[in-house]
């Protein structure tokens, strides 16, 4: 019992961060109807931002965690945000009157070129990071010795987690900008009409879902504390897999969905082979796709005639 609740703390854990990387996703695809297939190197320029922004403030002498973790989500989420309005654009407003293949496409070259521009300022080799918060609070022993604990680390990327799920949710349904994205959603050339102005309504879309990528890029870079430029396409393709698991279009779908991938991971690695950990978590999404073809939380798309 104690093994399972110590996997069941770290599959929460790497569920919220796949969880927040998929909003991005399913925001996007809510209101264009299109996939950012660069969203998961956004996440790995973020991971970068936050390992160099730790780096500068250590130099700067400022060491008081609480300071120095606010100010690294700041600087991730500014910068990541700066990324996805250039992409979007760059890769997505000139090509938006175009058939769905041609925004696919350039996506894919824009994920590609994020890479190879990292490896290139950054260089191919794995950048480490000294553990910025270590405590843990032991919950339960084994007469073996075994421990249950959470750490601080995992307490505050739940937490954190929650707090920007519930907000960005607020923000949808409560908000001018909100009703401006459910409308775009519904009818973008109505919207349009109306007076909402879709162009910016975009880019602030992709600015969102680009800054909670960010913070999942200072969660990972602190929880793991190793990155290179390469982490981006695999945890891409989970978040991914989790908001079209949980019903892309859904936040709260693309938080199950992301909790839901990293709970299979962590229960696989810990009682089956490590190996095909990523082989069960798309199994479980072909299974789900199969009996519910819209996601667990997703709706039936009505066509528009």
């Not at 962590?266 to 978590?281: C, G, M, P, Q």
Request: charge should be neutral; include cysteine; hydrophobic fraction near 55%.
């Amino acid at each position: 019992m104690e093994y399972f609740l110590q996997q069941l703390i770290n599959g929460l854990t790497l569920g919220a961060i796949y969880g927040l990387i998929a909003i991005g996703y399913t925001m996007v695809y809510g209101i264009i109807g299109m996939i950012n297939f660069a969203h998961g190197e956004i996440y790995m320029i973020g991971a970068f931002v936050s390992m160099i922004s730790f780096l500068v403030l250590g130099a700067a002498g400022i060491t008081w965690v609480p300071l120095a973790v606010a100010v690294v989500l700041v600087v991730a989420m500014l910068f990541t945000a700066v990324y996805g309005w250039t992409i979007e654009r760059i890769a997505y407003r000139p090509l938006r009157g175009s058939t769905r293949l041609a925004p696919l496409i350039s996506a894919i070259g824009m994920s590609i070129f994020l890479q190879n521009y990292v490896q290139l300022v950054q260089g191919a080799r794995v950048k480490a990071l000294p553990p910025v918060i270590s405590d843990v609070i032991v919950l339960a022993q084994r007469a073996d010795g075994f421990k249950v604990s959470i750490s601080y680390l995992q307490i505050m990327i739940i937490v954190l987690t929650t707090a920007l799920m519930i907000g960005f949710t607020q923000i949808i349904l409560r908000t001018p900008l909100g009703r401006a994205q459910r409308a775009c959603e519904q009818d973008m050339k109505m919207a349009s009409l109306l007076g909402v102005d879709v162009d910016r309504t975009i880019s602030l879309t992709f600015v969102m879902g680009a800054a909670l990528a960010g913070v999942a890029g200072v969660m990972v870079t602190m929880y793991y504390g190793v990155i290179d430029f390469y982490i981006g396409f695999l945890a891409g393709i989970k978040a991914f897999t989790a908001a079209v698991l949980g019903g892309i279009g859904s936040l709260p779908g693309a938080m199950l969905g992301g909790l839901t991938i990293g709970l299979i991971e962590a229960f696989w690695s810990a009682y089956f082979s490590v190996e095909y950990k990523d082989v069960a978590a798309f199994a479980i999404l072909v299974l789900v796709l199969i009996f519910r073809p819209t996601g667990l939380l997703g709706r039936p798309e009505i066509e528009k005639v």
